[in-house]
């Protein structure tokens, strides 16, 4: 019997990008509190990447301990070196957020987990590189103006997808990856599992 999928995740891009993928998942909140484990994390002094990488463990062994089936559990960081960035609480801190990467490169962590019967089976970290243009001031009042609430839900306060991609002069990585979740690779591991024809 196939197993059933389940996103333990409340991202609407995720389950977008699968569903547009033509992967059914079933969703499921995994009520985990990432404020307190972020900053545990930053306390223990982890690197970003693992700190995404723990945040998605997390969420898929807590949902898979009580539902049958691969869960897969995903998060997102943005890392400007070694420092952190959370999604901004407001449109002012969606505008600093902008202010203190523009002209920078960053790195967006996306690490994705997969568990079954509680316990992780697969990992995968993906780890897009996108350099952002100098921006003015103007631009950067006329852009979050534009695009309003819609910033508070991402890490970087952009979606590459609509306006955010004025923001850019290079990305390195894939588009997938940039929205949150690492399409490929995770496709290739549902087929060798039989859960998607190969």
């Known amino acids: 019997m196939t197993p059933e999928i389940i996103l333990a995740s409340g991202s609407e891009s995720r389950r977008k990008v699968l569903a547009a993928a033509g992967v059914e998942a079933r969703t499921v909140k995994p009520n985990v509190d990432e404020d307190a484990l972020k900053a545990g994390f930053r306390l223990e002094g982890l690197p970003v990447r693992e700190q995404a990488m723990r945040l998605a463990e997390m969420k898929a062994t807590k949902v898979s301990a009580r539902e049958p089936g691969l869960v897969i559990g995903g998060d997102q960081m943005l890392a400007l070196g070694d420092e952190a960035f959370d999604k901004p609480a407001d ?23 997969i568990c079954e019967n509680g316990v992780p089976v697969w990992r995968h970290l993906a780890r897009p590189k996108l350099t952002m243009r100098p921006l003015t001031e103007s631009f950067i009042q006329q852009y979050v103006a534009r695009v309003g609430e819609p910033l508070l839900s991402t890490v970087g306060a952009y979606q590459l997808e609509g306006l955010g991609a004025q923001l850019f002069t290079r990305i390195e990585g894939d588009f997938f990856s940039i929205l949150g979740l690492p399409l490929l690779p995770l496709l290739d591991y549902l087929r060798t599992r039989g859960v998607l024809p190969a």
């Open 91 to 113: 449109l002012e801190g969606a505008k600093a957020h902008l202010r203190r990467m523009s002209g920078q490169t960053h790195t967006l962590e996306t690490a994705i987990v």
